[in-house]
């Protein structure tokens, strides 16, 4: 559900339902840009080595991966709502924010919204937040999450590569 943030300016958010959405401790293990792809691999903290989450974005979507020191100061101050959270309510680690100065920067000219003369309110910028960065991205189109089990990370990218280079 969207509700208001209390920064104001109209800022919105809304959890985004992910695979990776409660987790205790959560990991961007590697980016790879290949081609028209951009592929972000997460891994959630568990005894597992081989167990990794991906998602792949167009290289045309803006891209901002802040450490988690400086993130904070960048995007952190959207994420207090104004109505707090209830205390049954879990804290969500994916998210999705609207009127973020991220956006407002990108649109800037209008590039994302076909050139109209007025910002389209309606595109929002999706945030993964890891126990060491932050990553905030637009895509225009939904994202969808794959769970990889039993291969190792270099066999993956592997993988990823062999099927971007196609």
């Not at 293990?29 to 891994?43: G, P, Q, S, Y």
Request: proline share 2%; glycine share 4%.
């Amino acid at each position: 559900m969207k509700v208001e943030s209390a920064y104001g300016n109209e800022v919105y958010l809304e959890d985004w339902n992910t695979p990776i959405m409660h987790n205790n401790q959560l990991w961007l293990v590697a980016e790879l840009r290949i081609m028209n792809d951009i592929h972000l691999f997460f891994k959630l903290n568990s005894d597992s080595r081989d167990e990794f989450y991906a998602i792949t974005i167009s290289s045309r979507c803006p891209l901002r991966i802040t450490d988690e020191t400086y993130a904070y100061n960048c995007i952190g101050k959207y994420l207090n709502r104004k109505v707090p959270r209830n205390k049954d309510e879990k804290r969500c680690s994916t998210l999705k924010l609207w009127n973020t100065s991220f956006i407002k920067d990108i649109e800037e000219n209008n590039a994302l919204s076909g050139y109209a003369l007025e910002r389209d309110k309606n595109i929002f910028q999706y945030l993964i937040i890891t126990d060491d960065e932050w990553v905030e991205f637009i895509s225009l189109s939904p994202v969808e999450w794959v769970f990889h089990k039993g291969v190792k990370i270099d066999e993956l990218i592997n993988a990823y590569m062999k099927k971007s280079l196609g």
